[in-house]
Protein backbone atom coordinates (compact mmCIF):
# COMPACT_ATOMS: atom_id res chain seq x y z
CA UNK A 1 0.00 0.00 0.00
CA UNK A 2 3.01 2.44 0.73
CA UNK A 3 5.19 3.32 -2.15
CA UNK A 4 8.45 3.81 0.35
CA UNK A 5 8.96 3.37 3.71
CA UNK A 6 11.05 5.53 6.51
CA UNK A 7 13.72 2.95 6.35
CA UNK A 8 14.11 2.84 2.77
CA UNK A 9 14.28 6.52 2.97
CA UNK A 10 16.52 6.95 5.73
CA UNK A 11 19.16 4.48 4.27
CA UNK A 12 19.66 6.06 1.17
CA UNK A 13 22.86 7.34 0.60
CA UNK A 14 21.16 10.75 0.00
CA UNK A 15 19.59 11.13 3.75
CA UNK A 16 22.62 9.81 5.19
CA UNK A 17 25.08 12.35 3.89
CA UNK A 18 22.78 15.08 4.54
CA UNK A 19 20.52 14.16 8.08
CA UNK A 20 24.46 13.51 9.54
CA UNK A 21 24.29 17.31 9.01
CA UNK A 22 21.33 18.32 10.89
CA UNK A 23 21.47 15.46 13.31
CA UNK A 24 19.86 12.27 13.36
CA UNK A 25 18.12 12.32 16.46
CA UNK A 26 16.40 15.35 15.61
CA UNK A 27 14.81 13.38 12.37
CA UNK A 28 13.95 10.69 14.51
CA UNK A 29 12.39 12.62 17.26
CA UNK A 30 10.46 14.92 14.89
CA UNK A 31 9.40 12.25 13.43
CA UNK A 32 7.76 10.61 16.43
CA UNK A 33 6.33 13.68 17.50
CA UNK A 34 4.41 13.92 13.51
CA UNK A 35 3.34 10.10 13.94
CA UNK A 36 1.46 10.44 17.45
CA UNK A 37 0.08 14.22 16.25
CA UNK A 38 -0.97 12.97 13.04
CA UNK A 39 -2.85 9.99 14.32
CA UNK A 40 -4.45 12.29 17.37
CA UNK A 41 -5.31 14.55 14.62
CA UNK A 42 -6.16 12.28 11.56
CA UNK A 43 -3.97 13.52 9.60
CA UNK A 44 -2.11 11.40 6.73
CA UNK A 45 0.14 9.44 9.05
CA UNK A 46 2.75 8.17 5.84
CA UNK A 47 2.73 11.80 4.45
CA UNK A 48 3.16 13.57 7.97
CA UNK A 49 6.43 10.92 9.19
CA UNK A 50 7.98 11.28 5.80
CA UNK A 51 8.29 15.01 5.70
CA UNK A 52 9.23 14.95 9.24
CA UNK A 53 12.00 12.69 8.33
CA UNK A 54 13.10 14.89 6.01
CA UNK A 55 12.23 17.91 7.24
CA UNK A 56 15.48 19.46 7.92
CA UNK A 57 17.24 17.85 5.17
CA UNK A 58 18.27 21.15 3.45
CA UNK A 59 20.58 21.74 5.54
CA UNK A 60 24.60 22.94 5.14
CA UNK A 61 27.31 23.05 7.05
CA UNK A 62 27.48 25.94 9.63
CA UNK A 63 30.87 25.79 10.88
CA UNK A 64 32.97 28.51 11.07
CA UNK A 65 36.98 27.58 12.08
CA UNK A 66 35.37 24.12 13.54
CA UNK A 67 32.93 25.86 15.72
CA UNK A 68 29.02 26.49 15.29
CA UNK A 69 27.84 30.00 14.10
CA UNK A 70 24.67 30.03 14.74
CA UNK A 71 23.97 34.10 13.74
CA UNK A 72 25.92 33.34 10.65
CA UNK A 73 23.91 30.29 9.69
CA UNK A 74 20.75 32.09 10.39
CA UNK A 75 21.59 34.96 7.96
CA UNK A 76 22.03 32.54 4.81
CA UNK A 77 19.50 30.40 5.65
CA UNK A 78 17.35 28.54 3.11
CA UNK A 79 17.08 25.38 4.26
CA UNK A 80 13.56 24.36 3.57
CA UNK A 81 13.77 25.74 0.08
CA UNK A 82 17.10 23.49 -0.28
CA UNK A 83 15.60 20.78 1.47
CA UNK A 84 11.99 20.80 -0.19
CA UNK A 85 14.47 20.23 -3.31
CA UNK A 86 16.66 17.59 -2.52
CA UNK A 87 13.52 15.67 -0.69
CA UNK A 88 11.17 15.45 -3.93
CA UNK A 89 13.75 14.31 -5.82
CA UNK A 90 14.84 11.49 -3.43
CA UNK A 91 11.16 10.99 -3.06
CA UNK A 92 10.59 10.31 -6.46
CA UNK A 93 13.76 8.68 -6.88
CA UNK A 94 13.02 6.03 -4.91
CA UNK A 95 9.36 5.42 -6.34
CA UNK A 96 7.15 8.01 -4.08
CA UNK A 97 3.62 8.80 -5.77
CA UNK A 98 4.03 11.57 -7.39
CA UNK A 99 0.93 13.59 -5.72
CA UNK A 100 2.40 12.45 -1.92
CA UNK A 101 5.74 13.54 -2.98
CA UNK A 102 4.13 16.91 -3.90
CA UNK A 103 2.20 17.76 -0.19
CA UNK A 104 5.44 16.17 1.50
CA UNK A 105 7.38 18.74 -0.82
CA UNK A 106 4.90 21.44 0.31
CA UNK A 107 5.53 20.73 4.20
CA UNK A 108 8.91 20.34 4.38
CA UNK A 109 9.08 24.42 2.85
CA UNK A 110 6.81 25.30 4.47
CA UNK A 111 7.82 23.58 8.44
CA UNK A 112 9.43 26.77 9.31
CA UNK A 113 8.58 30.68 7.76
CA UNK A 114 12.20 31.63 9.52
CA UNK A 115 13.70 32.55 6.22
CA UNK A 116 11.17 34.43 5.26
CA UNK A 117 9.91 38.07 6.52
CA UNK A 118 5.92 37.31 6.72
CA UNK A 119 4.26 34.31 9.25
CA UNK A 120 2.62 31.25 7.47
CA UNK A 121 1.01 30.04 10.51
CA UNK A 122 -1.88 30.46 9.63
CA UNK A 123 -1.79 29.19 5.98
CA UNK A 124 -0.67 25.90 6.50
CA UNK A 125 -2.70 22.63 6.03
CA UNK A 126 -3.13 20.50 8.59
CA UNK A 127 -0.70 18.37 7.42
CA UNK A 128 1.93 20.93 7.10
CA UNK A 129 1.05 22.15 10.80
CA UNK A 130 1.81 18.48 11.88
CA UNK A 131 5.21 18.45 10.78
CA UNK A 132 5.88 22.27 11.79
CA UNK A 133 4.88 21.01 15.42
CA UNK A 134 6.91 17.86 15.35
CA UNK A 135 9.70 20.32 14.78
CA UNK A 136 8.81 22.70 17.35
CA UNK A 137 8.44 19.78 20.07
CA UNK A 138 11.67 18.91 19.52
CA UNK A 139 13.57 22.39 18.75
CA UNK A 140 16.16 24.03 21.24
CA UNK A 141 17.72 27.21 21.91
CA UNK A 142 20.23 27.96 19.68
CA UNK A 143 19.42 25.00 17.52
CA UNK A 144 21.29 22.66 20.44
CA UNK A 145 18.50 20.23 19.04
CA UNK A 146 20.80 19.40 15.94
CA UNK A 147 23.35 18.20 18.11
CA UNK A 148 22.21 15.60 20.16
CA UNK A 149 23.36 12.41 18.96
CA UNK A 150 21.81 8.93 17.96
CA UNK A 151 23.46 6.07 16.56
CA UNK A 152 22.01 4.98 12.95
CA UNK A 153 20.89 1.48 14.35
CA UNK A 154 19.10 2.81 17.00
CA UNK A 155 17.72 5.50 14.45
CA UNK A 156 16.86 2.05 12.16
CA UNK A 157 15.15 0.44 15.13
CA UNK A 158 12.62 3.35 15.92
CA UNK A 159 11.12 4.09 12.18
CA UNK A 160 10.84 0.10 11.72
CA UNK A 161 8.43 0.63 14.59
CA UNK A 162 7.16 3.84 13.28
CA UNK A 163 6.70 2.17 10.06
CA UNK A 164 4.88 -1.16 11.45
CA UNK A 165 2.51 1.26 13.35
CA UNK A 166 1.44 2.71 9.90
CA UNK A 167 1.36 -0.29 8.28
CA UNK A 168 -0.90 -1.49 10.91
CA UNK A 169 -3.09 1.80 10.78
CA UNK A 170 -3.63 1.37 7.37
CA UNK A 171 -4.32 -2.35 7.73
CA UNK A 172 -7.17 -1.48 10.42
CA UNK A 173 -8.77 1.18 8.07
CA UNK A 174 -9.28 -1.32 5.49
CA UNK A 175 -10.80 -3.63 8.12
CA UNK A 176 -13.41 -0.39 8.99
CA UNK A 177 -13.96 0.62 5.31
CA UNK A 178 -14.72 -3.35 4.31
CA UNK A 179 -16.91 -4.57 6.84
CA UNK A 180 -19.09 -0.85 6.56
CA UNK A 181 -19.29 -1.96 2.87
CA UNK A 182 -20.52 -5.83 4.15
CA UNK A 183 -22.48 -3.80 6.49
CA UNK A 184 -24.03 -1.51 3.67
CA UNK A 185 -24.39 -4.96 1.56
CA UNK A 186 -26.35 -6.74 4.31
CA UNK A 187 -28.93 -4.32 4.76
FE1 LIG B 1 14.06 20.94 12.54
Redesign the pocket.
Known sequence: MRNVTLVEIFNHRITQKYLRR?GIH?AVK?TQYAYKLAIDYGVDVDMATKAALL??IGHYEWYREGKWDYDEYRKHDIHAIKGAERAHKLLIRLGEDRLAAKEITLAILLHTDSYLNFSVQDFRTPLQTVVATA?EMD?QPKGLHHYNKMEVKEAITLLTEIDEKINQHYKSKLVRINSSKLFIQDK
Open positions: SHTHDDE
